[in-house]
């Protein structure tokens, strides 16, 4: 007994003992200088907004960041293999809007109420635009979504709006309000927003 309690005991401590026997490199301090690096300093998750309007300009800049086609004719994101899965809604203006990047475009999807599908948390009621990714990849749509949405992260940051991207949504009802094909599922939800003290 006592002697399968020490082989345990041994492979717990083992890494702590590799560890402490390990090379440390100390690295110089990042260097902040940059408007980049300052944007990824200043970066961060809010779960407060106002209802201030968010102009049509400023929807068109961060769907653009989002997932828009850049001046080499590829997407502003990287995308595995160059498919480009990844699909943004945008729920603005209390309607249902697909963002068409090639015609820098929205394309109404539906007027239909779907905050109860969204807004499981009071704050996202208060934000005037909802981003919804979705994709039919099941290995990399969701790696495309994220790299969308830290592109809105960094935009919101320079514009001083606030974000959170989030999971707690109603994916399948959303699926069927959105009128997704049988393939292409919700990833997930960005809230974008001014703080709620900024008017």
């Given at each position: 007994?006592?002697?399968?309690?020490?082989?345990?005991?041994?492979?717990?401590?083992?890494?702590?003992?590799?560890?402490?026997?390990?090379?440390?490199?100390?690295?110089?301090?990042?260097?902040?200088?940059?408007?980049?690096?300052?944007?990824?300093?200043?970066?961060?998750?809010?779960?407060?907004?106002?209802?201030?309007?968010?102009?049509?300009?400023?929807?068109?800049?961060?769907?653009?960041?989002?997932?828009?086609?850049?001046?080499?004719?590829?997407?502003?994101?990287?995308?595995?293999?160059?498919?480009?899965?990844?699909?943004?809604?945008?729920?603005?203006?209390?309607?249902?809007?697909?963002?068409?990047?090639?015609?820098?475009?929205?394309?109404?999807?539906?007027?239909?109420?779907?905050?109860?599908?969204?807004?499981?948390?009071?704050?996202?009621?208060?934000?005037?635009?909802?981003?919804?990714?979705?994709?039919?990849?099941?290995?990399?749509?969701?790696?495309?979504?994220?790299?969308?949405?830290?592109?809105?992260?960094?935009?919101?940051?320079?514009?001083?709006l606030n974000t959170i991207v989030r999971?707690?949504?109603?994916k399948d009802e959303l699926k069927d309000?959105?009128?997704?094909?049988?393939?292409?599922?919700?990833?997930?939800?960005?809230?974008?927003?001014?703080?709620?003290?900024?008017?």
């Amino acid at each position: 007994m006592w002697g399968r309690f020490i082989f345990i005991l041994s492979l717990v401590l083992l890494p702590f003992e590799v560890m402490a026997e390990a090379e440390v490199r100390k690295l110089p301090q990042p260097d902040k200088s940059s408007e980049l690096m300052q944007l990824l300093d200043k970066r961060h998750s809010s779960r407060s907004y106002s209802n201030k309007p968010v102009s049509e300009q400023t929807l068109s800049d961060l769907l653009w960041a989002a997932f828009g086609i850049n001046q080499k004719g590829t997407r502003t994101v990287p995308t595995a293999m160059n498919k480009q899965n990844l699909n943004v809604y945008v729920v603005y203006q209390n309607s249902i809007w697909s963002y068409d990047a090639a015609a820098n475009s929205l394309i109404k999807v539906s007027d239909e109420e779907i905050s109860d599908y969204i807004a499981k948390q009071d704050f996202v009621k208060d934000a005037p635009v909802n981003l919804i990714y979705t994709g039919s990849d099941k290995e990399f749509s969701s790696f495309h979504a994220g790299a969308a949405a830290q592109n809105v992260y960094l935009y919101a940051t320079n514009k001083g709006l606030n974000t959170i991207v989030r999971a707690y949504i109603d994916k399948d009802e959303l699926k069927d309000k959105l009128h997704l094909g049988r393939e292409e599922f919700v990833i997930m939800n960005q809230v974008i927003g001014y703080p709620e003290n900024n008017f």
